[in-house]
């Protein structure tokens, strides 16, 4: 079975600064889907970034990208020029690509902004 | 180009009572997945829905839980006899091909067992 893990809790950033987070995950399939999710307080998951495996190429959404290291089962989420209105949690999850393919999340990571 | 819709927002069920959720998918969307999450937690799989088939509910508990996708009208994931344990968000999911694409989620039902 898929397992991701984000081992992070909470991270704090100052607006307009960089910040990264860290995910890992396990499976042993060789192609599948990685996703970035956000969770403001509004309760609505948003998707941010999503990367399919068999790209070596990083995904790239404006302020959001991604580090996806493929041999170590890392891929984590840059946000550049961090805003207020990122203040939230963010999940990591997996999916894979066969036909009964669901999302595996991660424990996710509260992400606060300093003005 | 409605979302994927949940209602209700909140619901608030006594000990006994039974809880019923809707989903109405995204248009063009035939898959439906839906998820629980429990405070301070990621979202944890529950069952996987096409119209008419269960296509993986290896996340529903064995007993009081049920979801149904009919020909017609939404998806209902239905709790029998709800306890205070059952208290949580229930987020849907929909997709229009096994998820390749993506999986658009609804704002999520909040359950609150009194």
């Known amino acids: 079975a898929q397992t991701v893990t984000q081992s992070q809790p909470e991270m704090s950033v100052q607006e307009a600064e960089t910040v990264t987070l860290s995910c890992t995950y396990d499976t042993s399939e060789s192609d599948y889907y990685l996703f970035w999710y956000k969770q403001p307080p509004s309760r609505q998951m948003i998707l941010v970034i999503r990367q399919e495996a068999y790209k070596q190429q990083n995904a790239t959404e404006n302020r959001f990208s991604v580090n996806f290291q493929k041999a170590a089962k890392s891929f984590s989420l840059k946000i550049s020029d961090s805003q207020l209105g990122d203040a939230a949690m963010y999940f990591c999850?997996?999916?894979?690509?066969?036909?009964?393919?669901?999302?595996?999340f991660g424990k996710g990571i509260t992400l606060s902004v300093r003005p | 180009n409605a979302g994927v819709m949940q209602n209700p927002r909140h619901l608030v069920r006594r000990r006994g009572q039974e809880a019923r959720l809707r989903c109405s998918p995204m248009?063009?969307?035939?898959?439906v997945y839906w998820y629980r999450q429990l405070p301070e937690e990621g979202l944890k799989f529950m069952v996987y829905?096409?119209?008419?088939?269960?296509?993986?509910e290896s996340g529903m508990p064995k007993e009081r839980f049920s979801a149904e996708f009919p020909k017609e009208g939404p998806s209902i994931l239905r709790i029998q006899q709800v306890v205070r344990g059952d208290s949580a968000a229930y987020f849907c999911?929909?997709?229009?091909?096994?998820?390749?694409?993506?999986?658009?989620f609804g704002s999520g039902t909040r359950l609150t067992v009194v």
């Open positions: 999850a997996y999916s894979s690509t066969g036909a009964n393919s669901k999302l595996t």
């Open positions: 248009k063009g969307h035939s898959h």
């Open positions: 829905l096409q119209k008419e088939n269960i296509i993986d």
């Open positions: 999911a929909s997709s229009q091909n096994w998820g390749t694409e993506g999986y658009t």
